[in-house]
């Protein structure tokens, strides 16, 4: 796996990593981009001039990574807009891998999806959807998602238990995280621009739990979608 990180504190085992730091040029202006620059030295990367998210998009499509870290949410946010690259948002990236809770849409199933979820860089993975209310015309809808999330564990060896809830989306999916000990929440915008409050953006800056945004599924295959 090939990892951009854009971040001095993030580390990872396991992977090819190419840092990249940024000189960010709505704070630095003229000669101070100029002294900025002598003052960075990067012995493991590279380091660049511009803003911060487009930066990051250029190197990633140039590089071809796998995946893109930070520890910044706005800045992971922002580099999902531009991207269809996977964004990891996060803190620390030790066992971060181990389990993933994947906010899933129960759309669309067949084999591309499959080799999607095995593929998925993780040991060991649940999925979970939230209903956002639950009244009685609705119980006919609720047991055939449940029947659905059943048959994708049924078919995919990589799920090991799958979720269904009803409630507030940010907060059942934090709730579900806690209560599987996950490593890290898996989640998707259909968008360019994230709609403000929207419930990726939520998740990504409570810092309970690292982020993956991965835009490109959806545009796909229509599996992880923005709840």
């Known amino acids: 796996m090939k990892v951009l990180i854009a971040s001095d504190s993030l580390e990872i085992r396991d992977a090819e990593v190419i840092r990249l730091k940024i000189i960010d040029t709505r704070r630095y202006r003229g000669s101070e981009i100029i002294e900025e620059r002598k003052r960075v030295k990067m012995n493991d990367g590279f380091v660049t001039v511009g803003e ?5 998009a250029k190197f990633a499509n140039a590089i071809d990574v796998d995946l893109i870290a ?6 992971g946010l922002n580099v999902a807009k531009e991207v269809s690259k996977p964004v990891l948002i996060a803190d620390n ?4 891998f181990e389990r993933c809770l994947i906010g899933y849409n129960p759309l669309v199933f067949n084999d591309i ?4 979820i095995e593929n998925l860089p ?8 939230v209903l956002e209310s639950l009244v009685s015309t609705e119980n006919v809808r609720c047991a055939k998602i449940i029947d659905f999330m059943k048959n994708v564990k049924e078919k995919v060896e990589r799920v090991s238990d799958y979720h269904v809830k009803v409630g507030e989306p940010v907060e059942e999916i ?6 599987i000990d996950a490593s890290c929440i898996a989640l998707n915008t259909s968008m360019k621009m994230l709609p403000i409050g929207s419930t990726t953006e939520k998740i990504a800056k409570s810092g309970k739990v690292p982020v993956l945004i991965w835009k490109d ?11």
């Open 52 to 56: 911060p998210e487009k930066e990051v």
């Open 70 to 75: 930070v520890n910044d949410p706005d800045l």
């Open 93 to 96: 990236l030790d066992n971060v």
């Open 113 to 116: 999806v499959k080799r999607r």
């Open 122 to 129: 993780f040991k060991d993975v649940h999925i979970v959807h």
């Open 174 to 179: 934090l709730k579900t995280a806690e209560e």
């Open 217 to 227: 599924l959806i545009k796909r295959n229509g599996f992880i979608q923005r709840l």
